[in-house]
T-cell receptor
Framework: QQQVKQSPQSLIVQKGGIPIINCAYE??????FPWYQQFPGKGPALLIA?????SEKKEGRFTISFNKSAKQFSLHIMDSQPGDSATYFC???????????FGTGTRLQVTL | DAGVIQSPRHEVTEMGQEVTLRCKPI?????LFWYRQTMMRGLELLIY????????DSGMPEDRFSAKMPNASFSTLKIQPSEPRDSAVYFC????????????FGQGTRLTVV
């Protein structure tokens, strides 16, 4: 059973564009929502994270929007660059169980 | 700190052989996770430990897979006997239990079973 649904599976944008990656969850026990960035041959690394009591969080060019009532959250990358080309995973964390569940990933390609 | 250290980085083995993957978590972290990554299924949580105790192994695909954490600084994931469908990248990650801090991932072990 997939607890975190992520879309799209892949995304191609031009340099300067704003890719948007969406995730949805069902389990209301999730209480922390990180996004991970993974480059080929590397392990995932934390990019940005949000708690459900906040509707938006911005760090540099990366923004998470969170809709608690809809149980959805999304990642926006402003002014995207070729160096942002990577696979992005949303995740949901259950603090009481210390368990991190990942979405299926979005492969982003930023072209010149 | 050197981060989460996994070994080997690459492993090629024949079907039916035993495979052991190793992980050294970040010092002081008391939660450890094993994930498997494939193109078809993405990142799957296999098992995780809190304070060296297995908490949830519901993601372990079958009895051929086993994981141990004999102490706070070492964990193994064993596959016996291995099958071609076990070919994947296996990641180990560690974090501080009960906090919202990030899980730090190792570089992964790419396993190929031929």
């Amino acid at each position: 059973q997939q607890q975190v649904k992520q879309s799209p599976q892949s995304l191609i944008v031009q340099k300067g564009g704003i890719p948007i990656i969406n995730c949805a969850y069902e389990n209301t026990a999730f209480d922390y929502f990180p996004w991970y960035q993974q480059f080929p041959g590397k392990g995932p690394a934390l990019l940005i994270a949000i708690r459900p009591d906040v509707s938006e969080k911005k760090e540099g060019r990366f923004t998470i929007s969170f809709n608690k009532s809809a149980k959805q959250f999304s990642l926006h990358i402003m002014d995207s660059q070729p160096g942002d080309s990577a696979t992005y995973f949303c995740a949901a964390y259950t603090g009481t169980a210390s368990k991190l569940t990942f979405g299926t990933g979005t492969r982003l390609q930023v072209t010149l | 700190d050197a981060g989460v250290i996994q070994s080997p980085r690459h492993e090629v083995t024949e079907m039916g052989q035993e495979v052991t993957l190793r992980c050294k978590p970040i010092s002081g972290h008391n939660s450890l996770f094993w994930y498997r990554q494939t193109m078809m299924r993405g990142l799957e949580l296999l098992i995780y430990f809190n304070n060296n105790v297995p908490i949830d192994d519901s993601g372990m695909p079958e009895d051929r897979f086993s994981a141990k954490m004999p102490n706070a600084s070492f964990s193994t994931l064993k596959i016996q006997p291995s099958e071609p469908r076990d070919s994947a990248v296996y990641f180990c990650a560690s974090s501080l239990f009960g906090s919202d801090t990030e899980a730090f991932f190792g570089q992964g072990t790419r396993l190929t079973v031929v």
